[in-house]
Nanobody
Framework: VQLQASGGGLVQPGGSLRLSCATSGNTLDVYAIGWFRQAPGKEREGISCLSVSGGSTYYADSVRGRFTASRDNAKKTVYLQMNRLKPEDTAVYYC????????????????????WGQGTLVTVSS
């Protein structure tokens, strides 16, 4: 499964961005999708997981209430809507596919995910 995250860019504090995670040639509708981010000098942080059905969804405390994950399986794309962005949200954002369809409480563990996409840079600055 080849994944590609896109949609990053420069945004002012308080602004919004929508990231996309797409695959070509493969279906996404059998994989739970996790979103991670890595800020300079920091470890990769798991911030969200969205199950195939959307019935099990997890968010890190740092983004809960501001970020929303969704998916359009027909378009083979998963989205991360990011609102009320803060400078501390600045990072390279990655999407990853779990080998299964559900999310679990250890969603933030990088070892859960079998496939990773290239990241997209989000910079929140005035």
């Amino acid at each position: 499964v080849q994944l590609q995250a896109s949609g990053g860019g420069l945004v002012q504090p308080g602004g919004s961005l929508r990231l996309s995670c797409a695959t070509s040639g493969n279906t996404l509708d059998v994989y739970a999708i996790g979103w991670f981010r890595q800020a300079p000098g920091k470890e990769r942080e798991g911030i969200s997981c969205l199950s195939v059905s959307g019935g099990s969804t997890y968010y890190a405390d740092s983004v809960r209430g501001r970020f929303t994950a969704s998916r359009d399986n027909a378009k083979k794309t998963v989205y991360l809507q990011m609102n009320r962005l803060k400078p501390e949200d600045t990072a390279v954002y990655y999407c990853a596919a779990d080998g299964g369809s559900l999310c679990y409480s250890d969603y933030a563990s990088v070892e859960r995910y079998d496939y990773w996409g290239q990241g997209t840079l989000v910079t929140v600055s005035s």
